[in-house]
């Protein structure tokens, strides 16, 4: 007898995330069926990454009457007093990386502290209400120039503390281990099979 799936909507239109976050996930994800959204985009207005996780996957599980996961990352840069922050993604005005790297390379062209971290927010959100959010930091600075051809975003630009490549050259498997999201999701996913499946781990 085939046991039905219990349903779980990413709230992302985000290719290249849902691609990232079903690699992290893999296993975790036995019983249960990430699904695509393909609802409406929820106004991002919120203060904080969690804020804004918590509004995407509100809009999912309203939209869809099923639980949703959401994440909301970017890069803070200390020279920068934390920017680009919450607006890494529109940094340059729009969402194309390139730009957003190269402005973020033109306003530390004087810096002598490069220091950053990448940030995410992992949040769930239950048909009954209930929300669930967890946040996680990946320490590390940002190079002079772009290197390396893999992830996206600011990933070319970013050298995680510790090693002496960029995130974009980190093997994908690597980087789901010790990158910001891999770790905001690997501690929300006990509380999403808890809440799901019943199963506490």
Not at 34 to 40: E, F, S, T
Not at 130 to 156: I, K, N, T
Request: proline content about 5%.
């Amino acid at each position: 007898m085939t046991v039905a799936l219990v349903p779980l909507v990413l709230a992302t239109h985000n290719a290249h995330k849902v691609i990232e976050l079903r690699q992290i996930l893999g296993t975790q994800l036995d019983g249960i069926d990430l699904m695509a959204y393909d609802g409406p985009e929820p106004v991002e207005d919120g203060t904080s990454f969690e804020a804004n996780a918590l509004i995407k996957a509100r809009a999912a599980s309203a939209h869809t009457g099923f639980a949703a996961i959401a994440d909301d990352s970017g890069i803070a840069v200390a020279a920068l007093g934390g920017a680009p922050g919450i607006h890494s993604a529109r940094y340059a005005g729009s969402r194309d990386d390139a730009e957003n790297v190269r402005l973020l390379l033109t306003n530390l062209q004087s810096a002598d502290d490069r220091s950053a971290e990448f940030l995410c927010a992992a949040a769930l959100v239950l048909p009954d209400g209930r929300e669930f959010v967890e946040l996680a930091r990946w320490p590390g600075s940002v190079l002079l120039e772009p290197v390396g051809g893999g992830g996206f975003g600011y990933d070319p630009v970013f050298k995680p503390t510790g090693y002496s490549v960029s995130a974009a050259e980190l093997h994908p498997e690597e980087k789901n281990t010790i990158s910001h999201r891999g770790q905001a999701f690997d501690a929300l996913m006990p509380i999403v099979r808890a809440s799901l499946l019943g199963l506490h781990t």
